[in-house]
């Protein structure tokens, strides 16, 4: 007879293959179809959240509106049960989550990081040893809940001021933010009078020369995308970076993504962007199916225009997280607060294709949170 633990042990897998088989049946949609543009404009609204998150959102929120239960086709902030509680406001009755996938991770210590042999994972409670540096790692995910603004009431949300932009205007900073981004990485950027002057083009990246045109005769929203498209070029794909890739068109598809995504963080019509449909780049190649890429692709993507947004001292829209969340709080690794079985407490930890580390020395791990 199974015990309880093996049970619930059991019944989190049976869930964790469900979600799998959903993000699956998500990533297959895409590849079939010409949703891309699509699904990058609402990872752009949810984009603290990994691709694959935003995925299983969009296809839970479109079920939940279809089906009557929420009143709007897209989410506006999500977040999990204690979260919306911390915020003063709780879900309600009858509204089930959204399920994700959340990271779960573990404290690894080390004195002599960069020997892989020396690491050695910490206990719940282990404190590291003077000198030692600690790494957080994703070891594994767990399905979560989150709920969309409208399945919750309470307090009100702060509504944060919108960007509207006119037709054809660039949004105010964002010329001046990329081009600085581009120099941060040792690039010029160069204004020409038209596309004669760079191949036809509305915009050029030049690894040898480091230098990155843009053509002017253009409005300013073209101008200021057709910048952020070359950003992409310059931050993923220098010289030495996969030629497979590039190769098979993957490397426009990313920057001309970057560029959606940076757009559609400040409130730009993304209907103009030219993505080629999902299935002339997501073929299968080195034993990797069609769908391992779109992830992939979307989460290179995702991440890449989060760091570019970062830097940005612009006015964007909501990332989907709720006003008011405290996302830098200190959190210990595990609560022993009794949860309620089904809702697990949402995490702020991006997840990745590949299990992220990153590097805190030892005295500053106590107050960090993930
Ligand atoms: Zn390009």
Do not use: C
């Amino acid at each position: 007879m199974a015990t309880t633990r093996e049970a619930s042990q059991a019944a989190r897998e049976a869930k964790l293959d469900e979600l799998h088989e959903r993000l699956t049946g998500a990533v297959e949609q895409l590849v079939s179809g010409e949703d891309w543009a699509r699904a990058l404009a609402f990872a752009a609204r949810l984009r603290a959240r990994s691709f694959s998150n935003t995925l299983l959102i969009w296809a839970q929120h479109q079920g939940a509106y279809e089906a009557g239960r929420v009143p709007e086709p897209m989410p506006t902030y999500v977040a999990g049960y204690r979260q919306w509680q911390a915020l003063g406001r709780q879900v309600e009755k009858g509204q089930s989550g959204y399920q994700i996938l959340a990271p779960v991770t573990g404290r690894f210590a080390s004195s002599n990081p960069a020997d892989a042999e020396t690491w050695r994972r910490l206990g719940k409670s282990e404190k590291p040893r003077s000198g030692e540096v600690v790494r957080s790692k994703m070891i594994t995910v767990k399905p979560a809940y989150v709920w969309d603004a409208s399945q919750t009431s309470g307090q009100p949300i702060p509504e944060p001021p919108a960007p509207t932009l006119l037709e054809g205007e660039s949004p105010t900073g964002l010329w001046d933010g990329l081009a600085d981004h581009v120099r941060a990485q040792g690039f010029a950027v160069l204004r020409v009078p038209h596309e004669g002057m760079i191949h036809g083009a509305n915009g050029v990246t030049d690894y040898t020369a480091k230098t990155v045109a843009v053509r002017e005769n253009m409005d300013p929203a073209a101008q200021v995308k057709t910048l952020a498209h070359e950003l992409g070029h310059v931050l993923l794909h220098g010289p030495d970076s996969d030629e497979a890739r590039q190769h098979r068109g993957i490397g426009e598809v990313e920057a001309e993504s970057v560029a959606l995504m940076i757009g559609a963080a400040h409130g730009m019509d993304t209907s103009g962007y030219t993505i080629p449909y999902v299935s002339t780049w997501a073929v299968r190649v080195d034993g990797k199916e069609p769908g391992e890429i779109v992830k992939a692709t979307g989460e290179r993507v995702r991440k890449t225009a989060l760091l570019i947004l970062d830097r940005l001292d612009t006015a964007q829209v909501t990332d989907g997280a709720p006003p008011g969340l405290n996302r830098d709080a200190p959190h210990r690794e595990e609560t022993s607060r009794k949860q309620p079985s089904h809702e697990a407490p949402e995490r702020r930890v991006t997840p990745l294709p590949e299990p992220e580390t990153r590097t805190v020395t030892a005295s500053a791990t106590q107050a960090r949170a993930l």
